[in-house]
């Protein structure tokens, strides 16, 4: 039976999200809400549904809603957030957030411990495993053709360079020096941590180029991340917004690499590469060639539908709070990396060990 939902915020990605759920048989949208009317009243025109101006009375006045999709944007794309996903868990409602899943780290903290109070589900957009190149690299781990983690190296950025750059308008963007953090660093950590596991020690090397500079520009917009993980591997994170042309790889490529084999996805939705290791590979000159799978799609757009399907799934399968793919947990995890990143580039680059997660304890209905 598809699932009730109700959508707050609609500007262009809660736009995106009312398309995709038009297209899943597991959705049923039936309201949207945005202080700014023009807004709710054209998605609800779209649609055929209702549109509200508050949230307190898209709940209040749809009994029946049973998801609240919060794609609120704000300053460096999260600082509206943590009330509307407050209200929304407080009235008994599962909620799926957009990234990052709040503006402050406190704040993250408090809502993932309200949701487990509740006994909700609470999700995050986290979409960019939400892939078949993805699935097919989770299964090179989980059959064991990764063997032990050795390295992960993470690649994700936005193509540009100086000529052209355009000193941003948007209050929510311009005078925040940790917008480029804080809106993207969600994506990249939590790629490299649904692959490699829990990430215990950071240290960054940031800056911004002399053209953002010259433009009063305050923003971090280059990010070079060292980290290490529980598991004892390591990885590196080259993340900029925007900064330089696109090099070898493109926007987005992941490599994972272990005791028995290497991966390496493409541009996110596009292939996966696998390298064996086998007796008798040479050290330095050439190697085998790679099994490579190519899925035939350069569509990015579609990790949407993947990623709102794959919670509306969950929701309906009635999984474990802690099973729930892409979590209150999981984004809370990857917003504690990030603060950290803060913290080692106001340091001048010292090592930091991200805020410990809050435990995992099961839930009694689940575990025998």
Same mark, same amino acid.
């Given at each position: 039976?598809?699932?009730?939902?109700?959508?707050?915020?609609?500007?262009?990605?809660?736009?995106?999200?009312?398309?995709?759920?038009?297209?899943?048989?597991?959705?049923?949208?039936?309201?949207?809400?945005?202080?700014?009317?023009?807004?709710?009243?054209?998605?609800?025109?779209?649609?055929?549904?209702?549109?509200?101006?508050?949230?307190?009375?898209?709940?209040?006045?749809?009994?029946?809603?049973?998801?609240?999709?919060?794609?609120?944007?704000?300053?460096?794309?999260?600082?509206?957030?943590?009330?509307?996903?407050?209200?929304?868990?407080?009235?008994?409602?599962?909620?799926?957030?957009?990234?990052?899943?709040?503006?402050?780290?406190?704040?993250?903290?408090?809502?993932?411990?309200?949701?487990?109070?509740?006994?909700?589900?609470?999700?995050?957009?986290?979409?960019?495993?939400?892939?078949?190149?993805?699935?097919?690299?989770?299964?090179?781990?989980?059959?064991?053709?990764? =063997? !032990? #983690?050795? /390295?992960? @190296? %993470? *690649?994700?950025?936005?193509?540009? =360079? !100086? #000529?052209? /750059?355009? @000193? %941003? *308008?948007?209050?929510?963007?311009? =005078?925040?020096?940790?917008?480029?953090?804080?809106?993207?660093?969600?994506?990249?950590?939590?790629?490299?941590?649904?692959?490699?596991?829990?990430?215990?020690?950071?240290?960054?090397?940031?800056?911004?180029?002399?053209?953002?500079?010259?433009?009063?520009?305050?923003?971090?917009?280059?990010?070079?991340?060292?980290?290490?993980?529980?598991?004892?591997?390591?990885?590196?994170?080259?993340?900029?917004?925007?900064?330089?042309?696109?090099?070898?790889?493109?926007?987005?490529?992941?490599?994972?690499?272990?005791?028995?084999?290497?991966?390496?996805?493409?541009?996110?939705?596009?292939?996966?590469?696998?390298?064996?290791?086998?007796?008798?590979?040479?050290?330095?000159?050439?190697?085998?060639?790679?099994?490579?799978?190519?899925?035939?799609?350069?569509?990015?757009?579609?990790?949407?539908?993947?990623?709102?399907?794959?919670?509306?799934?969950?929701?309906?399968?009635?999984?474990?709070?802690?099973?729930?793919?892409?979590?209150?947990?999981?984004?809370?995890?990857?917003?504690?990396?990030?603060?950290?990143?803060?913290?080692?580039?106001?340091?001048?680059?010292?090592?930091?060990?991200?805020?410990?997660?809050?435990?995992?304890?099961?839930?009694?209905?689940?575990?025998?």
């Amino acid at each position: 039976m598809a699932l009730k939902i109700g959508i707050v915020g609609l500007n262009g990605i809660g736009k995106n999200h009312a398309a995709c759920y038009q297209e899943d048989e597991l959705a049923d949208l039936i309201a949207v809400c945005d202080v700014v009317k023009e807004r709710a009243d054209a998605v609800a025109e779209k649609y055929g549904i209702k549109a509200y101006y508050s949230l307190k009375d898209m709940i209040e006045n749809e009994p029946d809603l049973q998801i609240v999709d919060v794609t609120t944007g704000g300053i460096d794309n999260g600082s509206w957030h943590f009330e509307p996903a407050m209200e929304a868990v407080g009235y008994g409602k599962h909620v799926l957030v957009e990234k990052p899943i709040c503006h402050d780290v406190r704040q993250a903290r408090e809502l993932v411990a309200f949701a487990e109070k509740q006994n909700v589900y609470l999700g995050c957009n986290l979409n960019h495993y939400f892939t078949k190149p993805a699935e097919r690299a989770k299964q090179y781990i989980d059959n064991g053709d990764i =063997g !032990e #983690l050795v /390295y992960c @190296l %993470a *690649k994700m950025g936005f193509n540009g =360079g !100086e #000529l052209n /750059y355009a @000193l %941003a *308008k948007s209050p929510k963007v311009n =005078g925040h020096p940790y917008f480029h953090m804080k809106a993207f660093l969600t994506h990249p950590f939590s790629v490299m941590r649904h692959f490699c596991g829990d990430i215990t020690h950071i240290q960054t090397f940031s800056d911004r180029p002399g053209f953002r500079r010259s433009a009063g520009d305050v923003m971090v917009s280059i990010n070079s991340i060292h980290v290490k993980f529980a598991n004892g591997g390591v990885g590196y994170l080259l993340s900029q917004r925007g900064d330089a042309a696109y090099g070898l790889g493109g926007w987005w490529s992941v490599e994972v690499a272990g005791t028995r084999g290497t991966f390496c996805i493409e541009n996110c939705v596009e292939k996966v590469s696998y390298w064996k290791a086998e007796k008798g590979i040479p050290a330095i000159s050439s190697q085998p060639a790679p099994e490579v799978t190519d899925f035939g799609t350069t569509d990015f757009n579609r990790t949407f539908n993947n990623r709102l399907h794959a919670f509306l799934e969950d929701v309906s399968n009635g999984v474990p709070r802690d099973q729930l793919r892409a979590n209150g947990r999981d984004a809370l995890a990857v917003l504690e990396y990030t603060f950290a990143v803060i913290e080692s580039y106001e340091r001048g680059g010292e090592l930091v060990r991200p805020h410990a997660l809050p435990p995992l304890t099961g839930d009694p209905h689940f575990m025998k």
